[in-house]
């Protein structure tokens, strides 16, 4: 453990996209950045795939009643470096803020569910892919690699992130643990509303506090909102459109022991959500139990390869560079 324990404000975003529109989302997600900033926040986490929209249909309806729907996704996506990306850098740099926004980025032809990490002074740190997209999400995200699954060594404190289930993968836990993470975004969608439930049944907030007491961090939790607006953009769907609920929002911050350490907001209300960060915090958790160190069982290892790997490794010099029509014209 450092012997240095920042104190900060760290902000929580629970809110919905502009569905499918990513220049309309990110100008949202800038507006958010300034109001957390403005409220003294160092660090915002968004939910997952909020740039622009979570793709609700793949559990909605059939692949190929929901192909126009991920075409518009990716006429959407996020490229880097792009346009999106230099408007996300420059609110970072102008607020002065730690940003963690999930998007969903295109590399080449593929789509890849990826959470973009920006320091207060705009740079880009790195990005963490979703390791394995969930159930009928592989219709629309590639998988990613240890190579995209950092942690960040700043001033204050070391930061990483996760996605959705990969919050319930043992490995996924303890590679994190591994590299002394102490403040984790956890990006998230939200789940449909159920009146007669407990807020501790909803999964993206026991799983949350589960990964907080695992990896004894500070969580930052954002989620989305459903609204009609998404709805209606989607198109209601058949068969499932009678089963669409909205709301669902459950954003909130949880500290290192497993404890919510903010208000909720009403399921169907956007906001942010702020707590107070001490890093001092984890010591006495790190005391009583430190998984990848004096917890560990060493007949129990794992290898975590932070290797990139390339489906398809080119070598040489691109063969389709042309040749100049000046230079064609040259006589010898």
């Not at 439930?197 to 695992?214: G, T």
């Not at 989620?223 to 609920?245: C, Q, R």
């Not at 958790?285 to 398809?312: E, W």
Request: proline letters at 7%.
């Amino acid at each position: 453990m450092e012997k240095n324990y920042p104190k900060f404000k760290a902000a929580a975003v629970q809110a919905a996209p502009v569905f499918l529109d990513a220049q309309g989302t990110t100008d949202k997600a800038c507006a958010l950045i300034k109001e957390a900033a403005d409220n003294g926040a160092k660090i915002i986490g968004f939910p997952e795939g909020y740039i622009s929209g979570y793709p609700w249909w793949v559990w909605l309806t059939d692949p190929g009643t929901g192909s126009h729907l991920q075409q518009k996704l990716l006429e959407n996506s996020v490229e880097i470096p792009g346009p999106i990306v230099k408007q996300l850098s420059e609110a970072a740099r102008e607020n002065g803020i730690y940003v963690c926004v999930s998007v969903t980025e295109k590399e080449g032809a593929s789509l890849y569910l990826t959470q973009l990490w920006f320091n207060p002074v705009g740079d880009l740190m790195g990005k963490h892919r979703k390791m394995k997209p969930s159930g009928g999400e592989r219709l629309i995200w590639g998988d990613g690699e240890g190579s995209m699954m950092p942690v960040f060594d700043t001033e204050i404190g070391r930061l990483g992130g996760l996605q959705c289930w990969e919050h319930w993968i043992p490995l996924n836990i303890q590679a994190m643990a591994a590299q002394n993470e102490q403040v984790h975004v956890a990006s998230w969608p939200c789940f449909l509303p159920d009146e007669e439930a407990l807020v501790s049944e909803q999964p993206n907030e026991v799983a949350s506090r589960f990964y907080a007491e695992a990896t004894q961090s500070f969580v930052i939790m954002s989620t989305h909102i459903n609204t009609k607006e998404i709805d209606d953009a989607m198109g209601n769907l058949p068969p499932y459109s009678e089963f669409v609920k909205y709301g669902g929002g459950d954003a909130c911050i949880i500290g290192p022991n497993g404890k919510i350490l903010t208000e909720k907001l009403p399921r169907d209300a956007e906001g942010i959500v702020y707590a107070d960060i001490d890093l001092q915090k984890i010591v006495d958790c790190k005391y009583q139990i430190d998984p990848a160190g004096h917890y560990s069982n060493k007949s129990l290892t794992m290898t975590f390869n932070r290797r990139p790997q390339p489906v398809v490794n080119i070598v040489g010099d691109d063969p389709t560079s042309p040749i100049k029509y000046d230079e064609l014209q040259t006589e010898e």
